[in-house]
């Protein structure tokens, strides 16, 4: 069991940057691949991007590939994302998600806790 709070979004003009932040709690996240979410009105909740237990290993959906970032500070029990140059088609609510697994996950199915959710708005 871990519980996932996300911090950190807003509301930004197009070509901002925001950095989303999780943290978990428990004694156990080094054991936890992690996995940013986002969601918009009416949309499916997709993969933004994954990272491995150890941070060695990350995914990126292609609409993010080059502009978000995602990192791992294991001694923080704290997971982030950086968005750079954003745009508008980015405003979502946004959920971080962890598993017990060693790889990069990248299926929704394949999470087992969620966090609440954190919204991000980008105006043109």
């Known amino acids: 069991q871990v519980q996932l709070v996300e911090s950190g979004g807003g509301l930004v003009q197009a070509g901002g940057s925001l950095r989303l932040s999780c943290a978990a709690s428990?004694?156990?996240?080094?054991?936890?691949?992690m996995g940013w979410f986002r969601q918009a009105p009416g949309k499916e909740r997709d993969l933004v991007a994954a990272?491995?237990?150890?941070?060695?290993?990350?995914y990126y959906a292609d609409s993010v590939k080059g502009r978000f970032t995602i990192s791992r500070d294991n001694s923080k029990n704290t997971v982030f994302l950086q968005m750079n140059s954003l745009k508008p088609e980015d405003t979502a609510v946004y959920y971080c998600?962890?598993?017990?697994?060693?790889?990069?996950?990248?299926?929704?199915?394949?999470?087992?806790?969620w966090g609440q959710g954190t919204q991000v708005t980008v105006s043109s």
């Open positions: 990272i491995s237990r150890s941070g060695d290993s990350t």
């Open positions: 998600a962890a598993v017990r697994a060693i790889v990069v996950v990248t299926t929704k199915g394949g999470y087992d806790y």
């Open positions: 428990g004694r156990a996240f080094s054991s936890y691949a």
